[in-house]
């Protein structure tokens, strides 16, 4: 399986220059013939940082029929690859909800699914709300048995639970799942400077924290590999920085290995084929 995820720095309610950016970087990209997924970050075209209902409102797309989805169908069948992206959602009902969400499409330009973040992170909850299932786990078109998530899925719910109860990786561990994805907006604790001091070298503290957020997978893996791909965004929004660092993860056999990760401040397109050796081992296996 060949798995691609698009790091990119939007700027926030830019939804067209965005757009022409994650073009742009594809375009540039040697995509394989045979890429099974595309996987952009979490609200990739709108950019993240809305501190309210009215912010966030002009940017709002119906479920699953808004211009992400319909760039995702058209990117999909141009490549004829599974493609996964976020969007803020707004529901047609009455009253209608908002959501953070991420529709997912099959290679043919069909809607396989639509997510709703379940944890919602502080920025969240100034005009989304929860989730109506907790995380998604199951088939998913040609990928098989796989659990998504947002960025924050993977914390300690509302950061208050037990740092133990693993929620998001415990559900991919009870789904049986072979692949997990997490498109994110992940934020560094890095200053601009810092960030921008070698923008291509990953930040491994987050890459660190990441890991460390799977450990029931780590400690329960047996001979069948478990894919991770957690796919951030990278760049700066009003006062917020990006850690950026895309990574894809094996774990097997108690051991956790890097296929490889993008920069802090690197957009670019990450090609990752599974079949391949993973380049780094994080931690060895039993």
Known sequence: MKIACLQFAPELG?????????????????VPLKLDWLVLPEMAFSGYDFHSLEEVQPFLEPTTSGITTQWAIQVALHYKCHVTVGYPEITTTTPPTQYNSTVT???????????????LYYTDETW??????RFFSGPLGGLGNVTLGICMDINPYKFTAPWEDYEFANAALQSSSELVCVSMAWLAHLTPTEIMT????????????????????????????????????CGMEKAVVYAGSTTVLKIEGGGVSLYETLGKFEEKCLVVDLNERPKFQVRSGR
């Open 105 to 119: 499409v099959s290679p043919s330009g069909v809607v396989l699914t639509n997510y709703r973040k379940t944890f």
């Open 128 to 133: 989304s709300a929860e989730g109506d299932k």
């Open 14 to 30: 830019k939804v067209q220059e965005n757009i022409r950016k994650a073009d742009e970087i594809l375009q540039k990209t040697q």
């Open 198 to 233: 070698n923008p291509t070298q990953a930040d491994f503290a987050t890459v660190a924290y990441w890991v460390e957020r799977f450990q029931p997978l780590v400690e329960k893996a047996g001979e069948q590999p478990i894919y991770v791909v957690l796919a951030n965004r």
